[in-house]
Protein backbone atom coordinates (compact mmCIF):
# COMPACT_ATOMS: atom_id res chain seq x y z
CA UNK A 1 0.00 0.00 0.00
CA UNK A 2 2.82 2.27 0.71
CA UNK A 3 4.85 1.27 -2.53
CA UNK A 4 1.29 1.80 -4.38
CA UNK A 5 1.35 5.94 -2.68
CA UNK A 6 4.67 6.26 -3.38
CA UNK A 7 4.28 5.27 -7.43
CA UNK A 8 1.16 7.60 -7.32
CA UNK A 9 2.96 10.71 -5.75
CA UNK A 10 6.02 10.15 -7.88
CA UNK A 11 3.53 9.79 -11.32
CA UNK A 12 1.72 12.87 -10.08
CA UNK A 13 5.05 15.16 -9.72
CA UNK A 14 6.48 13.84 -13.28
CA UNK A 15 2.77 14.80 -14.95
CA UNK A 16 3.00 18.12 -13.41
CA UNK A 17 6.89 18.97 -14.68
CA UNK A 18 6.14 17.20 -17.68
CA UNK A 19 3.47 19.20 -18.59
CA UNK A 20 4.95 22.26 -17.96
CA UNK A 21 8.05 21.63 -20.00
CA UNK A 22 5.26 20.89 -23.19
CA UNK A 23 4.98 24.68 -23.25
CA UNK A 24 8.38 24.80 -24.40
CA UNK A 25 8.85 24.27 -28.34
CA UNK A 26 9.67 20.44 -29.38
CA UNK A 27 13.00 20.55 -30.84
CA UNK A 28 14.72 18.15 -33.23
CA UNK A 29 16.74 16.57 -31.17
CA UNK A 30 16.89 12.83 -29.80
CA UNK A 31 16.74 11.30 -25.96
CA UNK A 32 17.47 7.25 -24.84
CA UNK A 33 17.06 6.70 -21.28
CA UNK A 34 18.30 3.58 -20.76
CA UNK A 35 18.71 0.69 -18.48
CA UNK A 36 20.75 -1.24 -20.46
CA UNK A 37 21.98 0.69 -23.30
CA UNK A 38 23.46 -1.45 -25.96
CA UNK A 39 20.94 -0.87 -28.77
CA UNK A 40 20.95 3.05 -27.67
CA UNK A 41 25.11 2.78 -28.20
CA UNK A 42 24.83 1.85 -32.07
CA UNK A 43 21.86 4.00 -32.94
CA UNK A 44 23.40 7.11 -31.52
CA UNK A 45 27.22 5.81 -32.77
CA UNK A 46 25.10 6.19 -36.56
CA UNK A 47 23.61 9.38 -35.83
CA UNK A 48 26.68 11.12 -34.05
CA UNK A 49 28.05 10.82 -37.50
CA UNK A 50 25.48 12.37 -39.91
CA UNK A 51 25.63 14.95 -37.01
CA UNK A 52 22.24 16.31 -37.48
CA UNK A 53 21.15 17.14 -34.09
CA UNK A 54 21.37 17.00 -30.41
CA UNK A 55 21.90 13.54 -28.11
CA UNK A 56 20.24 13.91 -25.15
CA UNK A 57 21.40 10.52 -22.90
CA UNK A 58 19.09 9.70 -19.73
CA UNK A 59 20.55 6.77 -18.25
CA UNK A 60 19.32 4.61 -15.03
CA UNK A 61 21.75 3.60 -12.37
CA UNK A 62 22.11 0.16 -13.06
CA UNK A 63 23.08 1.42 -17.45
CA UNK A 64 26.67 0.51 -17.97
CA UNK A 65 27.49 1.55 -21.02
CA UNK A 66 29.43 4.82 -21.39
CA UNK A 67 27.84 6.98 -23.78
CA UNK A 68 31.12 9.80 -23.79
CA UNK A 69 32.70 7.19 -26.01
CA UNK A 70 30.21 8.43 -28.91
CA UNK A 71 31.89 10.48 -31.23
CA UNK A 72 29.52 13.47 -31.31
CA UNK A 73 30.45 17.13 -29.59
CA UNK A 74 26.61 17.64 -29.37
CA UNK A 75 25.59 14.88 -26.70
CA UNK A 76 24.68 15.49 -23.45
CA UNK A 77 24.60 12.98 -20.61
CA UNK A 78 22.33 12.96 -17.10
CA UNK A 79 21.55 10.74 -14.69
CA UNK A 80 17.94 9.96 -14.15
CA UNK A 81 16.02 8.76 -11.81
CA UNK A 82 18.43 9.24 -9.31
CA UNK A 83 18.91 11.78 -6.44
CA UNK A 84 20.34 14.00 -8.80
CA UNK A 85 17.88 16.35 -8.63
CA UNK A 86 18.72 18.69 -11.69
CA UNK A 87 19.45 16.03 -13.74
CA UNK A 88 16.37 15.03 -12.81
CA UNK A 89 14.56 18.24 -13.97
CA UNK A 90 16.58 18.59 -16.64
CA UNK A 91 15.53 15.31 -18.40
CA UNK A 92 11.93 15.89 -17.58
CA UNK A 93 12.39 19.13 -20.15
CA UNK A 94 14.45 16.97 -22.72
CA UNK A 95 11.96 14.48 -22.71
CA UNK A 96 8.87 17.16 -23.17
CA UNK A 97 10.87 19.02 -26.13
CA UNK A 98 12.13 15.97 -28.06
CA UNK A 99 10.87 14.71 -31.37
CA UNK A 100 12.30 11.11 -30.72
CA UNK A 101 12.47 9.26 -27.38
CA UNK A 102 13.96 5.75 -27.17
CA UNK A 103 13.52 3.58 -24.08
CA UNK A 104 14.73 0.03 -24.06
CA UNK A 105 12.80 -1.09 -20.91
CA UNK A 106 9.62 -0.85 -19.37
CA UNK A 107 9.62 3.07 -18.13
CA UNK A 108 6.97 3.47 -15.44
CA UNK A 109 6.68 7.45 -15.73
CA UNK A 110 5.48 6.83 -19.38
CA UNK A 111 2.05 5.82 -17.26
CA UNK A 112 1.99 9.80 -16.26
CA UNK A 113 2.93 11.74 -19.46
CA UNK A 114 1.13 12.01 -22.90
CA UNK A 115 3.74 12.88 -25.91
CA UNK A 116 2.52 15.35 -28.58
CA UNK A 117 1.93 14.11 -31.99
CA UNK A 118 4.51 14.69 -33.77
CA UNK A 119 6.72 12.69 -31.04
CA UNK A 120 8.30 9.12 -32.40
CA UNK A 121 8.46 7.14 -29.17
CA UNK A 122 10.29 3.97 -29.80
CA UNK A 123 11.01 0.43 -27.48
CA UNK A 124 14.42 -0.74 -28.00
CA UNK A 125 13.88 -3.46 -26.03
CA UNK A 126 16.76 -5.06 -24.67
CA UNK A 127 16.65 -8.99 -26.04
CA UNK A 128 16.65 -10.11 -29.14
CA UNK A 129 14.47 -12.80 -28.32
CA UNK A 130 12.81 -14.08 -25.08
CA UNK A 131 12.38 -17.24 -22.83
CA UNK A 132 10.81 -15.94 -19.72
CA UNK A 133 7.45 -14.36 -20.08
CA UNK A 134 7.13 -10.84 -18.92
CA UNK A 135 4.16 -8.40 -19.43
CA UNK A 136 0.61 -9.32 -19.44
CA UNK A 137 2.30 -12.89 -20.15
CA UNK A 138 4.02 -12.93 -16.80
CA UNK A 139 1.59 -15.20 -14.46
CA UNK A 140 1.92 -12.65 -10.96
CA UNK A 141 1.13 -10.14 -13.15
CA UNK A 142 -2.68 -10.36 -12.95
CA UNK A 143 -2.35 -11.12 -9.31
CA UNK A 144 -1.52 -6.98 -9.31
CA UNK A 145 -4.21 -4.52 -8.37
CA UNK A 146 -6.55 -2.85 -10.79
CA UNK A 147 -4.59 0.47 -10.58
CA UNK A 148 -1.13 -1.04 -11.15
CA UNK A 149 -2.65 -3.32 -14.48
CA UNK A 150 -3.98 0.15 -15.66
CA UNK A 151 -0.67 2.00 -15.09
CA UNK A 152 1.25 -1.22 -16.86
CA UNK A 153 -1.21 -0.86 -20.08
CA UNK A 154 -0.52 2.98 -19.57
CA UNK A 155 3.23 2.53 -20.43
CA UNK A 156 2.92 -0.11 -22.82
CA UNK A 157 0.49 2.27 -24.89
CA UNK A 158 3.59 4.82 -25.30
CA UNK A 159 5.49 2.38 -26.96
CA UNK A 160 4.54 3.52 -30.68
CA UNK A 161 7.42 1.44 -32.39
CA UNK A 162 9.09 -1.83 -31.47
CA UNK A 163 11.97 -3.03 -33.84
CA UNK A 164 12.41 -6.94 -34.00
CA UNK A 165 14.34 -9.38 -35.01
CA UNK A 166 11.42 -11.87 -35.92
CA UNK A 167 8.24 -12.92 -36.34
CA UNK A 168 8.30 -15.24 -33.06
CA UNK A 169 9.15 -11.79 -31.37
CA UNK A 170 6.67 -9.59 -32.48
CA UNK A 171 4.19 -12.21 -31.65
CA UNK A 172 5.77 -12.83 -28.09
CA UNK A 173 5.49 -8.61 -27.95
CA UNK A 174 2.18 -8.47 -28.92
CA UNK A 175 0.60 -11.07 -26.33
CA UNK A 176 2.37 -9.43 -23.83
CA UNK A 177 2.21 -5.66 -24.08
CA UNK A 178 -1.17 -6.04 -25.50
CA UNK A 179 -0.50 -4.26 -29.22
CA UNK A 180 -1.37 -5.05 -32.84
CA UNK A 181 0.96 -5.73 -35.41
CA UNK A 182 0.74 -2.12 -36.56
CA UNK A 183 3.82 -1.25 -33.74
CA UNK A 184 6.25 -3.38 -35.08
CA UNK A 185 9.38 -2.62 -37.48
CA UNK A 186 10.35 -5.46 -39.41
CA UNK A 187 14.05 -4.00 -39.08
CA UNK A 188 16.22 -6.37 -36.88
CA UNK A 189 17.72 -4.94 -33.54
CA UNK A 190 20.40 -2.77 -33.83
CA UNK A 191 22.99 -4.66 -31.05
CA UNK A 192 23.11 -7.51 -33.60
CA UNK A 193 24.69 -5.54 -36.22
CA UNK A 194 28.37 -6.24 -34.20
CA UNK A 195 27.87 -10.18 -34.30
CA UNK A 196 28.33 -9.06 -38.62
CA UNK A 197 31.14 -6.76 -38.29
CA UNK A 198 34.86 -8.82 -38.18
CA UNK A 199 36.79 -5.22 -37.21
CA UNK A 200 34.49 -4.62 -34.57
CA UNK A 201 34.73 -8.49 -32.81
CA UNK A 202 38.35 -8.29 -33.55
CA UNK A 203 38.72 -5.02 -31.60
CA UNK A 204 36.53 -6.18 -28.88
CA UNK A 205 38.26 -9.74 -28.20
CA UNK A 206 41.47 -7.24 -27.85
CA UNK A 207 40.00 -5.06 -25.36
CA UNK A 208 38.89 -7.98 -23.32
CA UNK A 209 41.79 -9.48 -23.09
CA UNK A 210 43.41 -6.13 -22.42
CA UNK A 211 40.66 -5.74 -19.59
CA UNK A 212 41.77 -9.25 -18.63
CA UNK A 213 45.05 -10.17 -19.28
CA UNK A 214 43.96 -13.82 -17.41
CA UNK A 215 41.94 -14.91 -20.23
CA UNK A 216 44.59 -15.11 -22.78
CA UNK A 217 45.33 -18.34 -24.11
CA UNK A 218 42.51 -19.83 -21.79
CA UNK A 219 39.32 -21.72 -22.79
CA UNK A 220 36.62 -19.04 -21.32
CA UNK A 221 33.20 -20.35 -19.84
CA UNK A 222 30.69 -17.46 -19.27
CA UNK A 223 28.36 -18.06 -17.12
CA UNK A 224 25.37 -15.37 -17.13
CA UNK A 225 22.35 -16.25 -15.29
CA UNK A 226 19.13 -14.19 -15.39
CA UNK A 227 17.61 -13.26 -12.33
CA UNK A 228 15.63 -14.66 -9.75
CA UNK A 229 12.58 -12.84 -7.78
CA UNK A 230 13.27 -12.36 -4.18
CA UNK A 231 17.31 -12.41 -5.23
CA UNK A 232 17.62 -9.17 -6.25
CA UNK A 233 20.15 -7.65 -3.36
CA UNK A 234 22.10 -10.85 -3.31
CA UNK A 235 21.84 -13.89 -5.69
CA UNK A 236 22.97 -17.52 -4.09
CA UNK A 237 24.89 -18.75 -7.21
CA UNK A 238 24.07 -22.33 -7.85
CA UNK A 239 26.90 -23.73 -9.89
CA UNK A 240 29.74 -24.92 -7.40
CA UNK A 241 32.68 -23.17 -8.94
CA UNK A 242 34.77 -25.32 -6.73
CA UNK A 243 33.87 -28.58 -8.34
CA UNK A 244 34.70 -25.91 -11.66
CA UNK A 245 38.60 -25.42 -10.81
CA UNK A 246 39.08 -29.01 -9.53
CA UNK A 247 37.13 -31.10 -12.51
CA UNK A 248 38.63 -28.92 -15.15
CA UNK A 249 42.61 -28.06 -15.87
CA UNK A 250 44.43 -25.06 -15.72
CA UNK A 251 43.40 -24.24 -19.32
CA UNK A 252 40.31 -23.54 -18.31
CA UNK A 253 38.77 -19.54 -17.01
CA UNK A 254 35.01 -19.11 -15.43
CA UNK A 255 33.45 -15.52 -16.35
CA UNK A 256 30.91 -14.80 -14.03
CA UNK A 257 28.29 -12.29 -15.18
CA UNK A 258 24.81 -11.30 -13.15
CA UNK A 259 22.03 -9.16 -14.68
CA UNK A 260 22.12 -6.36 -14.13
CA UNK A 261 19.14 -5.93 -11.79
CA UNK A 262 20.95 -8.44 -9.16
CA UNK A 263 23.61 -6.48 -7.06
CA UNK A 264 25.62 -9.23 -5.79
CA UNK A 265 26.12 -13.18 -5.91
CA UNK A 266 27.36 -15.55 -3.14
CA UNK A 267 29.83 -18.42 -3.28
CA UNK A 268 32.17 -16.77 -5.24
CA UNK A 269 35.74 -18.17 -4.47
CA UNK A 270 38.75 -15.93 -4.50
CA UNK A 271 40.33 -18.37 -7.36
CA UNK A 272 42.78 -16.95 -10.10
CA UNK A 273 40.46 -18.79 -12.82
CA UNK A 274 37.45 -17.25 -11.61
CA UNK A 275 36.46 -13.90 -12.49
CA UNK A 276 33.25 -11.40 -12.06
CA UNK A 277 32.62 -9.55 -14.85
CA UNK A 278 29.97 -7.92 -14.05
CA UNK A 279 31.68 -4.34 -14.53
CA UNK A 280 32.86 -4.73 -17.81
CA UNK A 281 30.18 -2.29 -19.92
CA UNK A 282 29.83 -4.50 -23.54
CA UNK A 283 28.23 -7.83 -23.11
CA UNK A 284 28.39 -8.30 -26.78
CA UNK A 285 32.44 -7.90 -26.14
CA UNK A 286 32.37 -10.45 -23.34
CA UNK A 287 30.29 -13.08 -25.78
CA UNK A 288 33.14 -12.71 -28.52
CA UNK A 289 35.41 -13.37 -25.40
CA UNK A 290 34.04 -16.83 -24.87
CA UNK A 291 34.15 -20.44 -25.96
CA UNK A 292 31.10 -21.41 -24.42
CA UNK A 293 28.21 -19.70 -22.35
CA UNK A 294 26.66 -21.53 -19.37
CA UNK A 295 22.61 -19.52 -18.54
CA UNK A 296 19.39 -20.68 -17.95
CA UNK A 297 16.33 -18.63 -18.78
CA UNK A 298 18.72 -15.36 -20.24
CA UNK A 299 18.26 -13.49 -23.52
CA UNK A 300 21.66 -14.09 -24.24
CA UNK A 301 21.55 -16.83 -26.07
CA UNK A 302 19.76 -15.48 -29.08
CA UNK A 303 22.94 -13.18 -29.75
CA UNK A 304 25.41 -15.62 -28.51
CA UNK A 305 23.75 -17.98 -31.94
CA UNK A 306 25.32 -15.59 -34.21
CA UNK A 307 28.89 -16.82 -32.99
CA UNK A 308 27.59 -20.16 -33.36
CA UNK A 309 29.11 -21.25 -30.43
CA UNK A 310 28.74 -23.93 -28.04
CA UNK A 311 25.65 -23.14 -24.98
CA UNK A 312 24.64 -24.94 -21.85
CA UNK A 313 21.42 -24.36 -20.33
CA UNK A 314 22.01 -24.82 -16.33
CA UNK A 315 17.98 -25.25 -15.56
CA UNK A 316 18.38 -26.50 -11.99
CA UNK A 317 15.05 -24.85 -10.98
CA UNK A 318 13.15 -25.43 -14.41
CA UNK A 319 9.57 -26.72 -12.72
CA UNK A 320 9.70 -23.46 -9.81
CA UNK A 321 10.84 -20.72 -12.09
CA UNK A 322 8.42 -22.01 -14.69
CA UNK A 323 5.59 -21.49 -12.10
CA UNK A 324 6.89 -18.00 -11.11
CA UNK A 325 8.17 -16.13 -14.03
CA UNK A 326 6.27 -18.45 -16.52
CA UNK A 327 8.52 -19.54 -19.78
CA UNK A 328 7.10 -18.96 -23.61
CA UNK A 329 8.08 -22.96 -24.43
CA UNK A 330 10.41 -25.74 -23.42
CA UNK A 331 11.37 -26.45 -27.01
CA UNK A 332 15.18 -26.25 -29.05
CA UNK A 333 13.53 -23.09 -30.32
CA UNK A 334 14.12 -21.69 -27.11
CA UNK A 335 16.51 -24.09 -25.59
CA UNK A 336 19.55 -24.61 -28.46
CA UNK A 337 22.08 -26.75 -26.29
CA UNK A 338 22.13 -29.75 -23.59
CA UNK A 339 20.25 -28.85 -20.72
CA UNK A 340 21.76 -29.57 -17.08
CA UNK A 341 20.29 -30.05 -13.76
CA UNK A 342 23.19 -30.07 -11.57
CA UNK A 343 27.13 -29.12 -11.44
CA UNK A 344 28.12 -32.14 -12.72
CA UNK A 345 26.07 -32.24 -15.54
CA UNK A 346 27.69 -28.70 -16.63
CA UNK A 347 30.92 -30.03 -16.16
CA UNK A 348 30.18 -32.90 -18.15
CA UNK A 349 28.99 -31.05 -21.10
CA UNK A 350 32.02 -28.51 -20.53
CA UNK A 351 34.15 -31.18 -21.65
CA UNK A 352 31.70 -32.31 -23.97
CA UNK A 353 33.40 -31.49 -27.20
CA UNK A 354 29.93 -32.46 -29.52
CA UNK A 355 27.80 -29.29 -30.44
CA UNK A 356 24.36 -29.46 -32.45
CA UNK A 357 25.20 -26.86 -35.23
CA UNK A 358 22.29 -27.84 -36.92
CA UNK A 359 19.88 -26.81 -33.65
CA UNK A 360 22.12 -23.84 -32.97
CA UNK A 361 21.28 -22.70 -36.85
CA UNK A 362 17.88 -23.34 -36.71
CA UNK A 363 17.35 -21.05 -33.02
CA UNK A 364 19.48 -18.57 -34.99
CA UNK A 365 17.40 -18.00 -38.07
CA UNK A 366 14.37 -18.44 -36.05
CA UNK A 367 15.03 -15.39 -33.69
CA UNK A 368 17.37 -13.39 -35.83
CA UNK A 369 15.24 -13.40 -39.11
CA UNK A 370 15.71 -9.75 -40.04
CA UNK A 371 19.00 -8.88 -37.90
CA UNK A 372 21.94 -9.46 -40.88
CA UNK A 373 23.77 -6.65 -40.27
CA UNK A 374 22.24 -3.61 -41.33
CA UNK A 375 19.70 -3.21 -38.28
CA UNK A 376 20.69 0.34 -36.99
CA UNK A 377 20.75 1.59 -40.53
CA UNK A 378 17.27 0.56 -41.23
CA UNK A 379 15.83 1.56 -38.31
CA UNK A 380 17.25 5.40 -38.51
CA UNK A 381 15.78 5.39 -42.11
CA UNK A 382 12.63 3.68 -40.91
CA UNK A 383 12.39 6.74 -38.12
CA UNK A 384 13.60 9.63 -39.32
CA UNK A 385 12.51 9.32 -42.92
CA UNK A 386 10.33 12.62 -43.34
Known amino acids: ?27 DKTVFVSSFGDNAFFIAQQLALKETHPLIFLNQKKCKIDFSEIPSDNKTIYSFETTNLIHFVKSIYHLATSKYVFIDNYMGFLAAIQFRQKVKCIQLWHAAGAIKKFGWSEPETHTRSERAKKRFQQVYNRFQFIPVSSQQMADIFSEAFHLDAGHFLYTGVPQTDFYFDAEAKARSLQNVAETYPAIQGKKVVLYAPTFRKGSLHQMDLQLDMEKFTEALDESYMLLIR ?87 EVLEEIMNPQIDFEKIEQFRFHWNTFSTGKSTENLISTIYRD
Open 258 to 344: LHPAVHEATHVPDHPRILVVNNYPHINELLVASDILITDYSSIPFEFSLLNKKMIFFTYDLESYGQSQGLWAETSLYFPGPIAKNTQ
Open 1 to 27: MIKEAFITLYLLLFRIAFAFFKLFPLR
